[in-house]
């Protein structure tokens, strides 16, 4: 199976890239269909591509004590398991087709350390394509966690301030007791 150059272009990972770079690298793109509940990848997978997904939708997947946690759903266009072409090391989650089915693009690293070692242009807008995604991916999830400091925070002061209303509401001073003198 293979996808038109403008609809490659259109994806995320290889955006930027010139005609006849997108002529060259769907030459080397191995696409495929997949149907529901089908998987990329498993989490601890040793990572030998990354993927682009075409057409449909995938889910992301966490192992967590309780079994899968669902953390994210990605559409069309995304870059999946890009992380691979860059550190090599086993995938950190499941991608499973969510959709009734989904057309996904692959990209080896063998074809990647090869476009790579020719020093081809296409593998540099490619590689700035995927630092940019994965920069962005860096600047959400410090947000979420600046945001959720802050949460904690503010629930720790909230249960504080309750202990000392408590506190107050149970020495109930009299105030008849007391004279102030006015300042002149």
């Not at 690298?25 to 601890?44: D, I, N, R």
């Not at 995604?133 to 925070?153: C, K, Y």
């Amino acid at each position: 199976m293979s996808i038109p150059h403008q609809l490659i272009g259109s994806l995320e990972l290889f955006q930027g890239l010139t005609e006849s770079e997108l002529s060259l690298l769907g030459h080397h793109l191995k696409v495929e269909e997949k149907q529901h509940g089908q998987a990329l990848f498993s989490e601890g997978d040793l990572a030998r591509s990354c993927f682009c997904l075409v057409d449909g939708e995938v889910s992301v997947y966490l192992e967590k004590d309780t079994g899968e946690a669902k953390i994210a759903t990605l559409k069309p266009g995304a870059s999946i398991g890009h992380m691979a072409l860059i550190d090599r090391k086993r995938r950190s989650a499941t991608c499973r087709v969510s959709s009734p089915k989904a057309v996904i693009a692959e990209l080896t690293h063998d074809t990647f350390d090869q476009l790579f070692s020719a020093q081809t242009s296409l593998a540099f807008k490619v590689m700035d394509n995927l630092v940019m995604d994965l920069v962005g991916h860096l600047r959400e999830n410090n947000a979420r966690l600046v945001t959720a400091n802050q949460e904690r925070n503010q629930a720790k002061m909230d249960r504080k301030l309750g202990s000392v209303r408590a506190e107050m509401r149970e020495q109930r001073i009299d105030t008849g007791k007391i004279e102030i003198d006015a300042l002149e």
